[in-house]
């Protein structure tokens, strides 16, 4: 008889990842079984063989006809457990694909409908040759790599990757947005025709299937997705590229709340590989950490095309209404410049980060104004759907006709939204075909599904929120609008900056990629701000060193760790009671570290409960992990190195 330790894929108890179970049969670590718990059959991994228990112990139930977990993956999950204080139930279902034990017909193909490109290979410039180079020298650990947008980053990892599948080694590419796998998929597939694809927009059957494909692979293969595609359980991994690896999308927001670039990192050195990150706009933390560590800052300073005309650049103070003779918040310029594309058959794309028709919905009498009764927010006025919906928690209500306090009939809706840019647009330009983007939009109009349509020219304005920021490469366009481009800077977060300055130097560079006139509009009301300035002119360098020394000041990451604490009660005063006694206890129990709060979070009421937070600071990672671990089971949670704090 052996006998193993198993991790069930459920919680079983909150003290206890793994049981002993015995076997007829000697099994290999990391072997897929089902095991019985009570009444309950419940999906386990093995994790470890140990000696015969002093106790009397249950068989393992049935061995799944499934290759074992590679050993790197399972080492990984272990890691996540500690180092994000995740139970290893949760972390297991975080890697694993849903319906494991499901009986599922034959899939024909994994692959994705290819997006028609018009190369099909790429000429490697100097700079692209060198960071080749530099990357295949380079030893297993994490490689910034660094380069301007156009600067051919896409063309480097598939030469990279070219060569690492040559030697028998796999790679996984990590997208922060499942709008910019098409693309990317478009790229590869001409150099890797059965490249594994995975993400949320599959169904459970697809995402198995591609899961299988890698754990059955005798061959080395390529995967794109998401996030989750970090978790693929390829035997014998190269490389993991995380392109736009400044992307909030690649921490996640749930339990185990893990970065994609740490555990990217922890995953790698398991298995001897490299990890790089790609991004025009790398995140400070990162640039500060490779730098002071000595990991390798590879650059492409320069666009990847010698032709290219670089993009005239307008800035519009929006201060000044002389710019506005024609539209409240398209100005005159923008609306001349999108009438030249539509003469010259060219595209124009409207960024703006803020979704539906307007945020505001107020009474101009008494004052009064529309807030969710669950999260007492402004809810936001989305008029093709004549509602008015709450953007946290989904609560919607028609829109009033009068005011619901005072009976007034003058209602009116304040704000700008991607709806609204869209209605506007649809009136001043009534023949053009208008596309939006944005977090409202089903998954059958996505980007992802529309961007064949996107790369034809077929689509004359393109609207949206940060998914058009980035990565897009369209040939046709000819103008990026923004049309308010410190709309973000009055958040309280000490990510306020850095989020504004990445998002206005990645949108700017969507134009400017080809050897055709392009140009930007820049609509602000804080034309001079340092910020906007270093964003329109995409000067890494300048806000890198402007950023780090306020980070410095005000002590945050990257020279400190942190930790969010949320206390959630249904009553308000319940919350600041519990939150005030828990900070009361830190602040005596460890008094050599910062401790901030307990204040309102910034979505103080969500879904008919209130939420206080503390926010605690740490030169030592090891003190805010214990302060996680004797939090209360109940109405608490926490995020340890949280990506923001709002």
């Known amino acids: 008889m052996h006998y193993y330790e198993v991790a069930p894929t459920k919680i079983v108890k909150a003290d206890a990842c793994v049981f002993t179970y015995s076997s007829q049969q000697p099994l290999a670590i990391g072997a897929v079984v089902i095991i019985s718990i009570g009444q309950q059959l419940l999906t386990g991994i093995v994790v470890k063989k140990t000696a015969k228990p002093d106790f009397a112990t249950k068989e393992i139930t049935t061995i799944l006809d499934l290759p074992p977990l590679p050993r790197p993956l399972l080492q990984t999950a272990q890691w996540m457990s500690n180092y994000y204080i995740a139970h290893l139930a949760l972390v297991l279902q975080t890697i694993l694909p849903s319906g494991l034990t499901k009986k599922r017909r034959t899939l024909s193909s994994n692959s994705t409908a290819a997006t028609r490109r018009d190369r099909t290979h790429f000429v490697l410039n100097k700079d692209q040759s060198a960071a080749i180079g530099s990357l295949l020298n380079a030893k297993s650990g994490t490689v910034i790599l660094h380069g301007v947008t156009g600067s051919g980053k896409t063309a480097v990892y598939i030469e990279y990757a070219k060569r690492l599948i040559a030697t028998g080694k796999s790679v996984i590419v990590i997208v922060p947005e499942i709008a910019l796998t098409a693309q990317l998929i478009a790229e590869f597939q001409h150099s890797f025709p059965n490249l594994i694809t995975t993400h949320s927009q599959q169904t ?6 591609a899961w299988l494909q890698a754990l059955n692979a005798t061959q080395p293969n390529v995967v794109i997705g998401p996030r ?10 190269g490389a993991i590229i995380i392109d736009e690896a400044h992307e909030p999308a690649l921490k996640q927001d749930q339990t185990p709340r893990y970065s994609a670039l740490r555990t990217a990192a922890i995953l790698a050195r398991y298995h001897h590989a490299t990890v790089i990150q790609g991004s025009a706009t790398p995140l400070v933390s990162e640039y500060y950490l490779a730098a002071k560590t000595g990991r390798p800052i590879i650059n492409l300073p320069a666009r990847a095309n010698p032709n290219i005309i670089t993009p005239s650049i307008n800035v519009v103070d929006m201060t000044s209404k002389n710019g506005f003779l024609r539209h409240r918040f398209l100005s005159d310029l923008l609306i001349n410049t999108i009438n030249q594309n539509l003469e010259n058959n ?21 004052g009064w104004s529309a807030l969710c009764p669950r999260c007492f927010i402004p809810m936001t006025l989305h008029a093709d759907q004549h509602a008015l919906i709450c953007h946290i928690c989904g609560y919607r209500e028609r829109v009033p006709t009068a005011c619901p306090d005072c009976g007034s009939t003058d209602i009116v809706h304040k704000g700008i939204g991607t709806k609204l840019i869209e209605s506007e647009l649809q009136k001043l330009f009534p023949q053009a075909a208008i596309a939006r983007f944005d977090g409202d939009i089903t ?4 980007l992802n599904q529309r961007y064949q349509e996107l790369y034809d020219g077929h689509i004359d304005i393109i609207i949206g929120t940060q998914v058009v920021a980035k990565g897009l490469d369209l040939p046709r366009l000819a103008t990026v609008g923004i049309i308010q481009a410190d709309a973000g800077l009055a958040l309280p977060d000490f990510t306020t900056r850095e989020r504004t300055f990445q998002l206005l130097a990645q949108v700017i560079g969507r134009v400017g990629r080809n050897n055709q006139p392009t140009s930007v509009v820049v609509q602000t009301y804080q034309p001079q701000n340092p910020t ?70 910034f979505y103080e009421r969500v879904r008919d409960t209130y939420r206080w937070q503390i926010v605690v600071k740490s030169t030592n990672r090891a003190k ?23």
């Open 204 to 209: 459970e059957a697809q995402r198995h299937h």
């Open 228 to 237: 989750s595609a970090l978790f693929m359980p390829f035997n014998n991994i």
């Open 346 to 366: 060219k595209q124009t794309l409207i960024y703006h980060n803020r979704r539906g028709t307007a945020s505001t919905t107020l009474c101009q009498n008494c």
């Open 443 to 446: 998954s059958k109009n996505s």
């Open 532 to 601: 906007i300035v270093q964003g329109i002119r995409q000067d890494y360098a300048s806000f890198y060193a402007s950023e780090l020394a306020e980070r410095r000041r005000g002590i945050f990451p990257p020279f400190v760790y942190l930790l969010k604490l949320t206390c959630i009660y249904k009553t308000e005063a319940t919350a600041i009671r519990n939150a005030q006694k828990f900070a009361a206890q830190l602040r005596s129990e460890y008094p050599d570290i910062t401790i901030f709060g307990p204040t309102p979070a």
């Open 624 to 646: 805010l992990l214990a302060i996680a671990s004797q939090l209360p089971r109940t109405h608490w949670q926490y995020d340890i190195d949280p990506a923001n704090l709002l």
